[in-house]
């Protein structure tokens, strides 16, 4: 089955930084897009930036020139570099894997929690 596990969460003071990574197992085929999202307390699920096999990245208006998305198909890892980071980018962020063939075939990591805090 496939799994899905995010590290490298943890506190930082705003203007800090911190890179994410999603690591995805137990698939034999590859995955179409993957993407970050974001849930803060007493907020709906957002997503936050989104990369294709291919490279092509997408990015929320909130984080676009902060946030940059990456991923290394070899290892089958995703990564999210964030920098100059504010008090509203803490949420629970979770990596979400779409391997193109419909709903059946999206997956979901557990989250990792960033705070932002002075």
Same mark, same amino acid.
């Given at each position: ?5 995010? @590290? ?10 911190? !890179? ?7 698939? !034999? ?6 993407? *970050? ?7 709906? !699920?957002?997503?936050? @930036?989104?990369? /294709?096999?291919?490279?092509? /990245? ?7 020139? !902060? ?40 997956? *979901? ?10």
């Amino acid at each position: 089955q496939v799994q899905l596990v995010e @590290s490298g969460g943890g506190l930082v003071q705003p203007g800090g930084s911190l !890179r994410l990574s999603c690591a995805a197992s137990g698939s !034999r085929i590859s995955i179409n897009i993957m993407g *970050w999202y974001r849930q803060a307390p007493g907020k709906r !699920r957002e997503l936050v @930036s989104t990369i /294709t096999s291919g490279g092509t /990245t997408n990015y929320a208006d909130s984080v676009k020139g !902060r946030f940059t998305i990456s991923r290394d198909n070899g290892k089958n890892t995703m990564y999210l570099q964030m920098n100059n980071l504010k008090l509203e980018d803490t949420a629970v962020y979770y990596c979400n894997a779409d391997y193109g063939r419909g709903r059946e075939f999206v997956y *979901w990591g557990q989250g990792t929690q960033v705070t932002v805090s002075s």
